[in-house]
């Protein structure tokens, strides 16, 4: 796997509203917000850039909506920004792609010539793999570092109820198996970083 000079790192919705356990439920990944730290930190040790991505909820009750706690930057998060020496750019949405956010996403990587993207963050299933799925469909280079992302249990139609593990793993599988993504661990990404 080649990693870019100029590869993007895109950080996914690391909220603190994530910590709300009673909302959520039982997630998976216990190491992740270790691995997003030390993305976040090689990223900016070597100036490359680095896209901090905050979903703004709209549902009055979400624990990320604006205005509540939860909708800021976990501590660790908030402490790296504008640490780096590379370029920072804060991208806020409303949906589930970082490309259908504020400011234009893809039209940034596009000026600075970036083709390639590294994902972490928040929900593996969710804004992770929708920004994943929309960064290959536009032509970028997506690389999702799985073991840096998320997730929590989820039921859906039938009464169907997954574990974050299976969510997680189903995404990877789709995302790596139907051409999407690149689908490797951190610690993948830290060594061709290098």
């Known amino acids: 796997m080649d990693i870019e000079r100029n590869a993007a790192l ?3 919705d690391v909220q603190q509203g994530f910590e709300e356990v009673g909302f ?20 900016q040790s070597a100036a490359r850039p680095v896209v901090f991505v905050r979903h703004d909820s709209v549902q009055p009750g979400s624990p990320l909506r ?4 939860g909708n800021g930057f976990k501590q660790y998060v908030e402490r790296r920004r504008g640490k780096g020496g590379g370029a920072e750019l804060l991208v806020t949405k409303t949906v589930n792609s970082a490309f259908l956010g504020t400011p234009d996403l893809g039209a940034w990587l596009r000026n600075a010539g970036i083709g390639q993207v590294v994902l972490a963050g928040i929900q593996t ?3 992770v793999e929708t ?5 290959g469909n536009l032509g ?11 997730t929590f249990d989820l039921e859906g139609p039938f009464g169907w109820r997954r574990s974050a593990d299976e969510l997680a793993m189903a995404s990877a599988v789709s995302l790596h198996g ?5 689908v490797v661990t951190t610690r993948d990404v830290l060594t061709a970083a290098k």
């Open 24 to 43: 959520w439920g039982k997630r998976n990944h216990p190491a992740a917000d270790d691995n997003i730290a030390a993305l976040i930190d090689a990223w």
């Open 140 to 150: 970028f280079e997506a690389v999702v570092a799985f073991d840096a992302t998320y």
């Open 10 to 12: 895109v950080v996914v």
């Open 125 to 127: 299933n969710m804004c």
């Open 131 to 135: 920004t994943a799925r929309m960064a």
């Open 178 to 182: 139907g051409g999407f993504a690149e």
């Open 66 to 69: 604006p205005g509540h706690e």
